[in-house]
């Protein structure tokens, strides 16, 4: 089955700095890779995401590239504010799978 | 439209006892999943259902725990003989198709304390 590794498990920025977390996957038939954002105590929430016929997609202030070749996207996030500390999730589902696979999860902090 | 409705939103049961968690997906959507979200863990898939057919299950443990969706009503995720490591969050999702997106629509979970 896919498996899917995130990087780095806990990432600290300055406000203002960019944050970059990595994902990469396992089974070359996934297609469609989503991120999301979990506050504490709070659901997932969808963010942002990405189709395997796409390699980047932006919105404001968060982007995310996709290398099919390397089987790895990456969660960019620019001007980073305070409210943006979260645990943040990268997921990987293919055709006919129905279920995504999820990272592990990165805890990004913004310092003020 | 309500989103996707879990309830309880906290369950606490005793050693042995029997927990039913309940998930009604998005207006629309007719595949629900349920994932389970350790304490500082990520979300580890148990089961996708679609209405009154369970599609993938390689995610739940063989024994205590099953899941339906009927025709009519919630999806219910059952654990039997409830132990303490089954204390988490379990999170349902909806979505209205299979493999192009857009991603999960997660419930707010039901957050299972086992004393």
């Known amino acids: 089955g896919e498996n899917v590794e995130q990087h780095p498990s806990t990432l600290s920025v300055q406000e203002g700095d960019s944050a970059v977390i990595k994902c990469t996957y396992s089974?070359?038939?996934?297609?469609?890779f989503p991120w999301y954002k979990q506050e504490l105590g709070k659901r997932p929430q969808l963010i942002i995401d990405?189709?395997?016929?796409?390699g980047e997609k932006k919105d404001q202030r968060i982007a995310v590239t996709l290398n099919k070749t390397a089987k790895h996207f990456s969660l960019h996030i620019t001007e980073t504010q305070p409210e943006d500390s979260a645990v943040y999730f990268c997921?990987?589902?293919?055709?006919?799978?129905?279920?995504?696979?999820f990272g592990d999860g990165t805890t990004l902090t913004v310092k003020p | 439209n309500a989103g996707v409705m879990q309830n309880p939103r906290h369950l606490v049961r005793r050693r042995g006892q029997e927990a039913r968690l309940r998930c009604s997906p998005m207006?629309?959507?007719?595949?629900v999943y349920w994932y389970r979200q350790l304490p500082e863990e990520g979300l580890k898939f148990m089961v996708y259902?679609?209405?009154?057919?369970?599609?993938?299950e390689s995610g739940m443990p063989k024994e205590r725990f099953s899941a339906e969706f009927p025709k009519e009503g919630p999806s219910i995720l059952r654990i039997q003989q409830v132990v303490r490591g089954d204390s988490a969050a379990y999170f349902c999702?909806?979505?209205?198709?299979?493999?192009?997106?857009?991603?999960?629509?997660f419930g707010s979970g039901t957050r299972l304390t086992v004393v």
């Open positions: 089974d070359s038939a996934s297609n469609y």
């Open positions: 207006k629309g959507h007719s595949h």
């Open positions: 997921a990987a589902s293919g055709t006919n799978a129905g279920k995504s696979t």
């Open positions: 259902l679609q209405k009154e057919n369970i599609i993938d």
């Open positions: 990405i189709r395997s016929n796409v």
């Open positions: 999702a909806s979505s209205s198709e299979m493999d192009r997106g857009p991603g999960y629509t």
